[in-house]
Protein backbone atom coordinates (compact mmCIF):
# COMPACT_ATOMS: atom_id res chain seq x y z
CA UNK A 1 0.00 0.00 0.00
CA UNK A 2 1.39 3.12 -0.98
CA UNK A 3 1.16 6.27 1.62
CA UNK A 4 2.51 9.70 1.32
CA UNK A 5 3.05 11.71 4.82
CA UNK A 6 3.46 15.39 5.04
CA UNK A 7 5.13 17.25 7.43
CA UNK A 8 6.92 20.74 8.20
CA UNK A 9 4.25 22.66 7.90
CA UNK A 10 2.99 25.31 10.91
CA UNK A 11 2.20 28.81 11.37
CA UNK A 12 4.50 31.62 10.54
CA UNK A 13 4.86 35.04 9.82
CA UNK A 14 5.68 36.58 6.62
CA UNK A 15 8.24 36.81 5.01
CA UNK A 16 9.32 33.87 7.08
CA UNK A 17 10.83 30.04 5.74
CA UNK A 18 9.03 26.78 6.05
CA UNK A 19 10.41 23.59 4.77
CA UNK A 20 8.00 20.84 4.26
CA UNK A 21 9.21 16.96 4.14
CA UNK A 22 6.88 14.31 2.30
CA UNK A 23 7.87 10.48 2.91
CA UNK A 24 7.05 8.10 0.74
CA UNK A 25 6.45 3.55 1.67
CA UNK A 26 4.98 1.21 -0.56
CA UNK A 27 6.66 2.89 -3.64
CA UNK A 28 10.10 3.17 -4.59
CA UNK A 29 9.85 6.97 -5.52
CA UNK A 30 13.21 6.79 -8.12
CA UNK A 31 11.83 6.41 -11.04
CA UNK A 32 8.22 8.11 -9.77
CA UNK A 33 8.17 12.15 -10.68
CA UNK A 34 6.65 14.29 -7.63
CA UNK A 35 4.84 16.62 -7.25
CA UNK A 36 3.57 19.40 -4.94
CA UNK A 37 -0.02 21.10 -4.24
CA UNK A 38 -1.85 23.23 -2.49
CA UNK A 39 -5.55 24.20 -1.76
CA UNK A 40 -6.84 27.40 -0.02
CA UNK A 41 -10.30 27.46 1.75
CA UNK A 42 -12.81 27.88 -1.15
CA UNK A 43 -10.85 27.21 -4.18
CA UNK A 44 -9.59 24.63 -5.74
CA UNK A 45 -6.49 22.35 -5.11
CA UNK A 46 -3.55 24.23 -7.69
CA UNK A 47 -0.29 23.16 -8.67
CA UNK A 48 2.97 24.71 -6.75
CA UNK A 49 5.94 22.57 -7.80
CA UNK A 50 6.93 19.30 -10.03
CA UNK A 51 10.43 17.48 -9.97
CA UNK A 52 11.12 14.64 -12.53
CA UNK A 53 12.77 10.93 -11.60
CA UNK A 54 16.36 12.10 -10.84
CA UNK A 55 15.96 15.94 -9.92
CA UNK A 56 17.16 16.91 -12.88
CA UNK A 57 14.16 18.92 -14.13
CA UNK A 58 11.73 21.13 -12.04
CA UNK A 59 8.73 23.35 -12.59
CA UNK A 60 7.03 26.06 -10.75
CA UNK A 61 3.78 28.02 -10.19
CA UNK A 62 4.23 31.82 -11.51
CA UNK A 63 2.94 32.58 -7.87
CA UNK A 64 5.84 30.79 -6.13
CA UNK A 65 8.67 30.93 -9.02
CA UNK A 66 11.88 32.28 -6.51
CA UNK A 67 10.51 31.60 -3.20
CA UNK A 68 10.14 28.10 -3.30
CA UNK A 69 12.64 24.97 -4.12
CA UNK A 70 11.02 21.38 -4.52
CA UNK A 71 13.85 19.06 -3.88
CA UNK A 72 14.32 15.07 -3.47
CA UNK A 73 16.36 12.09 -2.13
CA UNK A 74 16.04 9.17 -3.77
CA UNK A 75 18.19 7.65 -1.19
CA UNK A 76 15.46 8.56 1.67
CA UNK A 77 12.49 8.23 -0.36
CA UNK A 78 11.55 11.68 0.20
CA UNK A 79 10.78 14.99 -1.30
CA UNK A 80 11.15 18.54 0.25
CA UNK A 81 9.31 21.70 -0.36
CA UNK A 82 11.56 24.71 0.73
CA UNK A 83 9.45 28.15 1.11
CA UNK A 84 11.36 31.21 1.46
CA UNK A 85 9.89 34.86 1.68
CA UNK A 86 6.18 33.09 2.47
CA UNK A 87 3.34 35.41 2.32
CA UNK A 88 -0.07 35.71 3.52
CA UNK A 89 -1.44 34.59 -0.02
CA UNK A 90 0.79 31.57 0.54
CA UNK A 91 -1.68 29.68 2.83
CA UNK A 92 -2.86 26.33 2.23
CA UNK A 93 -3.16 23.02 2.75
CA UNK A 94 -0.05 21.54 0.96
CA UNK A 95 -0.21 18.06 -0.30
CA UNK A 96 2.23 16.27 -2.01
CA UNK A 97 1.56 13.30 -4.85
CA UNK A 98 3.55 10.94 -6.74
CA UNK A 99 3.15 10.43 -10.89
CA UNK A 100 0.70 8.09 -11.90
CA UNK A 101 2.62 4.92 -14.07
CA UNK A 102 1.78 6.62 -17.30
CA UNK A 103 4.96 9.15 -18.11
CA UNK A 104 6.09 8.71 -14.58
CA UNK A 105 9.81 10.19 -15.28
CA UNK A 106 8.15 13.00 -16.82
CA UNK A 107 7.60 16.24 -14.28
CA UNK A 108 4.06 17.71 -14.62
CA UNK A 109 2.03 20.41 -13.14
CA UNK A 110 -1.72 18.48 -14.18
CA UNK A 111 -3.26 17.48 -11.01
CA UNK A 112 -4.77 14.86 -13.05
CA UNK A 113 -1.48 12.72 -14.08
CA UNK A 114 -0.70 12.17 -10.36
CA UNK A 115 -2.26 8.87 -8.78
CA UNK A 116 -1.24 9.07 -4.80
CA UNK A 117 -1.66 11.65 -2.55
CA UNK A 118 -0.77 12.24 0.67
CA UNK A 119 -3.39 13.26 3.58
CA UNK A 120 -1.88 17.28 3.66
CA UNK A 121 0.18 19.81 5.65
CA UNK A 122 -1.88 23.49 6.63
CA UNK A 123 0.61 25.81 6.29
CA UNK A 124 -0.37 29.59 7.72
CA UNK A 125 1.51 32.76 7.27
CA UNK A 126 0.32 35.55 8.99
CA UNK A 127 0.41 39.48 7.82
Known amino acids: QVRLVESGGGLVQAGGSLRLSCAVSGRTISTFAMGWFRQAPGKEREFVATINWNGGQQYYADSVKGRFTISRDNAKNTVYLQMNSLKPDDTAVYYC????????????????????WGQGTQVTVSS
Open 97 to 116: ASRGELNRHEASPDVNTYDY
